[in-house]
């Protein structure tokens, strides 16, 4: 059995009152710091990986191969930065982001989808941010809707104006983004609903991989079940067939029921220490768990 893989410690330090983007009561802070929510990221990742264009851009042109988990608790270290930490450090961490996109330019090797060989991408192109953070967005607000709490639709348009004051950090411009939650719907039903979207066959072994394969030990087996349940059973339809993950009206009963049962029974009853992610109270989670014991992964 080869090492167990180790995630190398990122530094955060949480923001004091005044101190960050976002005022304590912001919706964007009070989803995100869920614990539930924190694992919406890894279903957000695979959504992100169905745009072919996308996947070559920001995946294979990048250490997301070399060192997928790492890359991933990176990426967690950066978005618990923006919504907990300090300005200065949000700033510098995603200055250093888009310095990175802005280097990341090529074609497709080969055809994906309806994209033919050749055709070209840029990290730092609107439409790819956009992209980016649209599956993160919807993640959060679909998790935490059902399993946490309901939002009326005031509330959701006021976590999307959020997120597209993290759009602006990465690079997007307002007109680069829908400007209300009925703008964002529509985009978003028209990415999944048009013909841009298409799991590759190496988007599809990476995302598998990644996320319901993650260098967890074996007394975590059980959060990594639980964890892979919820996001195979909350992707639409055709990304989940799209990365070949089975579903059945049962399972389907099962996670409804669940997810009933934890927002109004399950997570009223549980202290905020163990509802909520640790970063929200100052100590850094990374994105998938530590391997301090042998793997012994998960069925997807």
């Known amino acids: 059995m080869p090492a167990p893989a180790k995630l190398t410690p990122l530094p955060f330090r949480p923001a004091a009152p005044g101190e960050g983007h976002f005022a304590e009561d912001a919706l964007i802070r009070r989803v995100n710091r869920e614990l539930i929510v924190a694992f919406s990221g890894a279903r957000a990742l695979l959504i992100q990986a169905a745009h072919p264009v996308m996947f070559e851009g920001f995946y294979d042109r990048t250490t997301g191969l070399e060192d997928?988990?790492?890359?991933l608790a990176r990426?967690?270290?950066v978005m618990n930065t923006i919504y907990f930490g300090r300005r200065e450090d949000a700033d510098a961490m995603t200055e250093r982001v888009r310095r990175v996109h802005a280097r990341v330019r090529g074609v497709l090797p080969e055809p994906a989808?309806?994209?033919?060989?050749?055709?070209?991408f840029a990290a730092d192109d609107p439409q790819y941010l956009l992209w980016t953070l649209a599956p993160l967005f919807q993640s959060a607000d679909e998790v935490y809707r059902l399993y946490v709490a309901d939002l009326d639709r005031d509330e959701r348009n006021t976590l999307w104006?959020?997120?597209?004051?993290?759009?602006?950090?990465?690079?997007?411009?307002?007109?680069?983004?829908?400007?209300?939650?009925?703008?964002?719907?529509?985009?978003?039903?028209?990415?999944l609903d048009g013909g841009d979207l298409w799991v590759t066959?190496?988007?599809?072994e990476l995302g598998r991989a990644v996320v319901f394969h993650p260098?967890?030990?074996?007394?975590?087996?059980?959060?990594v079940e639980t964890v892979n349940f919820i996001v195979a059973g909350s992707l639409p339809r055709r990304i989940r067939a799209g990365y070949g993950l089975s579903w059945d009206p049962v399972r389907e009963a099962v996670r409804r029921g669940g997810a009933e049962y934890t927002k109004r029974v399950l997570l009223p009853l549980l202290?905020?220490?163990?509802r909520n992610t640790p970063v929200a109270g100052g100590r850094l989670l990374p994105g998938p768990p530590r391997a301090d014991e042998p793997v012994e992964a998960a069925a997807a």
Do not use: S
């Open 68 to 71: 997928p988990h790492g890359r």
């Open 201 to 204: 066959p190496r988007a599809r």
């Open 161 to 191: 104006a959020e997120y597209r004051r993290v759009g602006e950090m990465f690079g997007l411009r307002q007109r680069d983004m829908p400007q209300t939650i009925e703008d964002f719907d529509d985009y978003y039903r028209g990415m």
């Open 113 to 120: 989808g309806r994209f033919p060989a050749g055709t070209p």
């Open 215 to 223: 260098p967890a030990p074996a007394r975590m087996r059980w959060l």
């Open 271 to 274: 202290p905020g220490a163990l």
């Open 75 to 77: 990426t967690a270290t």
